[in-house]
């Protein structure tokens, strides 16, 4: 992959809830290269979170307008499993429990469904084990983690964990966290960033949802857009960031209007 | 029977209810004119007659309808090959194999397991028997204050079954095999099982048996012995099945039954079961999985508890889709004096489509003060935030669904004991499930 190289790319998304005929996205705009770090900001409301998941395929979203492209591939014409193969990961804000599956059951079924997907061979047991053990050392999960059913009884600083896990082992080209940061302390921030950041490289792109400038600390971003009523309205670099740490969004919303 | 327990008025039977019993025993004789069951045999006759078969409006009939198993005549059902290697093939056991009911000596193995006597009800025609001591006589213990004229119909008719008596730990299971090869055979077998004081066996079961089959199972489980049962009904689409379990636990016993069901259109499954031993343990569990308007599946239960600090388990378990149905019927009644009782009960459907129906009677009747008993039914839909989690991890919709199946039926799967025997019907549920797909 080249540096640089378009790796996202969404022209004038509009999109609307398709229950309440809710227009929630107005026209967003937003290119996310290989090996950068996008990081969108925005008061409750904004949008943020349904950009996350009309991008990832979840259902009740209707695209009224606009495109999103990964890779030049149309991502809206996709189910999420073509996403999920195609590279789309989004780390959950709230990672579902799923009682009865096992996370180890879970984990080894994603990675080997993606590798079928894409035409290579799936994993041996052994290989997967070695792999996994590995990543979830790094991330402080230990095996009885593994064991349980997935989210089941985890703590939210385990769940967060459980996500970069997910993305350590699929390797996704794009990755999107949706407030990564909520319930964390900050030792499991640091825990959670550090993960994050070693999957850092030329070949992948980043999508930091959040609130606050204080996960951005940890994982810095190269471009960080303001988003407020649907639409990116401001654009900058990471002083952006601490900039509304210091004023909040009052000022930038006063300017868009 | 205590006098506590409010039984029915007796009245004599309706007209309607006659008329059928009259049908369906005209059609049929007595399994044996001779030997030590012939007494039994007669007196659950009389009970048929008094009683009378199931008819429509019974009060433990509401939820299913009772005339294909009742009518003289078997619905045809026609065979089925499910090109799969029958259950439990893996599985070093006895086998015992019953073609349509009739017993296959060239597909059975020696009846013969050290510690356990096995013989053939057909064959056991002396006048002395031990399994008089309990053929007619668990069953006629649970008609009260139920009544299943079903089984007293199979004890008075039975033509075979097994009866195996143990006395030390078996070796390997016994497993009785059912196949069905003829699209109208009515099959009625009855078995006795009598555990010793410290003995143990697992009993397996699977196949369809017939187009009709009526099965009763008596099984007697003695202070500190250990009985496992795992069962799966075979996948006919079309074969009915009427069975019934009835079984006494004594001090320190264990009881322990999972049953596994797929396709059949009509399957109902009663277990009565009377702890009468302190600190006995009696689990009951199936997992069942309907497709189709014509599937219905019933699963009634009655625990009673009659001793001191005894546990008692129900997990019923039912995925339904296309229209399927299910039913569960599950009663605890802990008695008099039978405290520290510890009894839990669950029930639960996923529905995959707004079609199917499942029908929940949970009871309790708790005449002792220092219990503790629990019971919970839900039918729910499938969680589609779980999917979609899975889904945006790169598993397709089918996999995912069947991923939320199997782990929904996992709580009845854990029931067996055995992890072997739980491996190998964990591997046949998800090889059902691909195939389902196609």
Partial sequence: MRKGKNMLEIKNLHVKLEEEDKQILKGVDLTVEAGKVHAIMGPNGSGKSTLSYVLSGREGYEVTEGSATLLGEDLLEMDPEERAALGIFLAFQYPVEIPGVGNMTFLRTAVNAQRKARGEEELSSTDFLKIVREKAKSLKIDAEMLKRPVNVGFSGGEKKRNEILQMAMLEPKLCILDETDSGLDVDAMKLVSDGVNALRDEGRGFLVITHYQRLLDHIKPDVVHIMADGRIIKTGGPELALEVEQNGYADLLAEAQ | ?438
């Avoid at chain 2, 006098?3 to 007209?15: E, F, G, H, M, N």
């Avoid at chain 2, 129906?357 to 220092?370: G, M, N, Q, S, V």
Wanted: charged residues 25%; negative net charge; glycine residues 6%.
């Fill in chain 2, 1 to 438: 029977m205590s006098a506590i327990l409010s039984r029915s008025i007796k009245t004599k039977p309706s007209a309607a209810r006659t008329t059928a019993t009259e049908a369906r025993l005209g059609a049929m004789t007595s399994g044996a004119t001779a030997g030590w069951s012939v007494t039994a045999r007669e007196a659950a006759l009389a009970r048929v007659q008094s009683m009378g078969l199931p008819q429509p409006r019974d009060e433990y009939w509401r939820f299913t309808k009772p005339q294909s198993l009742v009518q003289p005549e078997a619905p045809a059902a026609a065979l089925f090959d499910p090109q799969e290697a029958p259950t439990f093939d893996q599985i070093d056991r006895v086998k015992i194999v019953f073609v349509d009911g009739v017993f296959s000596a060239a597909d059975s193995d020696p009846l013969e397991l050290a510690g356990v006597s096995i013989e053939r009800l057909a064959e056991a025609t002396s006048d002395i028997h031990w399994a008089k001591d309990l053929y007619g006589v668990l069953e006629e213990r649970g008609q009260d204050p139920v009544e299943r004229p079903l089984a007293a119909l199979n004890t008075w008719a039975a033509t075979d079954g097994v009866l195996i008596r143990v006395t030390g730990k078996a070796e390997k299971p016994v497993s009785l095999i059912y196949r069905h090869e003829s699209e109208t055979s009515d099959v009625m077998l009855h078995h006795v099982i009598k555990l010793e004081e410290g003995a143990e066996l697992t009993l397996l079961e699977n196949g369809p048996a017939a187009a009709r089959f009526n099965k009763v199972l008596e099984v007697e489980v003695a202070d500190e012995a250990r009985f496992h049962h795992v069962r799966t009904q075979g996948r006919d689409h079309e074969r009915r099945a009427a069975t019934h379990i009835f079984a006494r636990l004594g001090r320190e016993s264990l009881f322990k039954s999972f049953t596994l069901t797929a396709n059949g259109v009509m399957t109902r499954n009663e277990a009565v079961i009377e702890l009468t031993g302190d600190d006995a343990m009696a689990h009951v569990a199936g997992a069942c999985m309907g497709d189709g308007r014509e599937f219905h599946h019933d699963d009634t239960v009655f625990v009673t508890h009659d001793a001191l600090n005894c546990e008692s388990r129900q997990v019923f378990k039912k995925v339904l889709r296309n229209g399927a149905t299910g039913v569960f019927q599950g009663k605890i009644l802990v008695k008099e004096g039978a405290q520290k009782t510890d009894g839990y009960q669950i029930s639960q459907s996923l529905l995959l489509d707004g079609d199917s129906t499942f029908l929940a009677k949970p009871e309790l009747e708790i005449y002792a003060d220092d219990v503790a008993c629990s019971h919970g039914s839900t039918s729910g839909a499938i969680d589609e935030e779980a999917i979609f989690y899975l889904r945006s991890r790169g598993v397709d919709a089918n996999t995912a669904q069947d991923l939320m199946t199997i782990a929904f039926l996992a709580e009845a799967l854990d029931e067996i004991e055995d992890d072997i025997l739980r491996e190998a019907l964990l591997e046949r549920l998800t090889a059902w499930l691909e195939r389902r797909r196609g």
